[in-house]
T-cell receptor
């Protein structure tokens, strides 16, 4: 398996623009997590899906953030409108289990909002 | 209660030495303690994990020591190599819960 695949790897956008990050989890994994990593706040869990259903989105910072998982092999994280403070590395991770046990991370999307 | 405190923030070790990173927690319900390794430009990768029914787990040069009464656990890297230079994160969770509580990370540099 190729692992968790995220795209794009890098994204530079202007403030106010819509940004969509994409994730393909490992085949057969039924849990998917979106994280944000910054120097100031470390790793933050944004949202957790289990069997394509959002279970906990309490980490999503604002209504500008939304995430979907239309099927078991694809998820998106959308920011609209984007702001400079959204600049961070966004990771997607998947797990075979309901819990975080043995979560596999993608390589991340480095987002810069100017 | 939910925090995991990790130290040191950064660590420099000579090649061949032992690297030691420590973590402490408060929530006695935690029953899963993984360590993740992250190289620049990559996502965190699970390195080794322990559950509280054992006091030590070893995988190659990497060892987790777990002290349940002190609510502390540590990562030991024996014979540290330059290729071990990375950021290491400890974490903890209740296995029945999806939520991993992360330490702040330790940037490890192994000097040749």
């Amino acid at each position: 398996d190729a692992g968790v695949i995220q795209s794009p790897r890098h994204e530079v956008t202007e403030m106010g623009q819509e940004v969509t990050l994409r994730c393909k989890p490992i085949s057969g994994h039924n849990s998917l997590f979106w994280y944000r990593q910054t120097m100031m706040r470390g790793l933050e869990l944004l949202i957790y899906f289990n069997n394509n259903v959002p279970i906990d989105d309490s980490g999503m910072p604002e209504d500008r953030f939304s995430a979907k998982m239309p099927n078991a092999s694809f998820s998106t994280l959308k920011i609209q409108p984007s702001e400079p403070r959204d600049s961070a590395v966004y990771f997607c991770a998947s797990s075979l289990y309901r819990s975080n046990t043995e979560a596999f991370f993608g390589q991340g999307t480095r987002l810069t909002v100017v | 209660q939910q925090q995991v405190k990790q130290s040191p923030q950064s660590l420099i070790v000579q090649k061949g030495g032992i690297s030691i990173i420590n973590c402490a927690y408060e929530n006695t319900a935690f029953d899963y303690f993984p360590w993740y390794q992250q190289f620049p430009g990559k996502g965190p990768a699970l390195l080794i994990a322990i559950r509280p029914d054992v006091s030590e787990k070893k995988e190659g040069r990497f060892t987790i020591s777990f002290n349940k009464s002190a609510k502390q656990f540590s990562l030991h890297i024996m014979d540290s190599q330059p290729g071990d230079s990375a950021t290491y994160f400890c974490a903890a969770s209740e296995d029945s819960n999806y939520q991993l509580i992360w330490g702040a990370g330790t940037k490890l540099i192994i000097k040749p």
